[in-house]
């Protein structure tokens, strides 16, 4: 017979999409990868309105026509990484991918780790024009918004 507990985390981690138990004692399995990950919820990168209107504008006239935008970092600006935006044929295997609003984003893992949570905002203001990147994780960032420092 199940104990009651048992069976309410059963349930409750079953419902999360994490479903494997030690057959021997009906606990989740401790150290699990897919546990683990699953524990982590990866906040997306997103984009606003504004900002997909702008991005597809200038998707459609490459040729050919990129199918994604790449988003990273490199080190550089006043505050140590530059956000880069880029228009990209090819997925690498590595790359994490999202889909916002229309557009496939494609972050490599070590950008990813410090742009969770990222929506890129455009705005056509004649002296602060541009893309624009509102980071949750930016501990500082600089006077024009395009390099930031974590901790």
């Known amino acids: 017979m199940q104990h009651p507990a048992t069976d309410s985390a059963r349930q409750q981690h079953h ?9 021997r004692s009906d606990h989740p399995i401790k150290g699990n990868r897919f546990m683990d990950l699953h524990r982590q919820q990866p906040q997306p990168i997103t984009l606003t ?15 050919p026509v990129p199918p994604y935008v790449r988003i990273g970092t490199r080190p550089g ?5 530059s956000y880069t935006l880029d228009f990209e044929h090819r997925r690498r295997p590595e790359d994490l991918a ?17 742009l969770q949570g990222l929506i890129i905002d ?8 541009g893309f624009k990147f509102r980071n949750p994780n930016a501990t500082r960032t600089c006077g024009c918004g395009s390099s930031f420092q974590t901790q």
């Open 122 to 129: 455009y705005s056509d203001d004649l002296m602060k024009g």
């Open 49 to 63: 309105e504004v900002a997909a209107r702008k991005l597809e504008s200038s998707r459609l006239n490459q040729n």
């Open 98 to 114: 999202f889909e916002s609003r229309g557009h496939q984003l494609l972050c490599d893992p070590d950008s990813y780790a410090v």
């Open 77 to 81: 600006g006043c505050s140590g990484l």
């Open 15 to 23: 419902q999360s999409g994490v479903c494997q138990f030690d057959a």
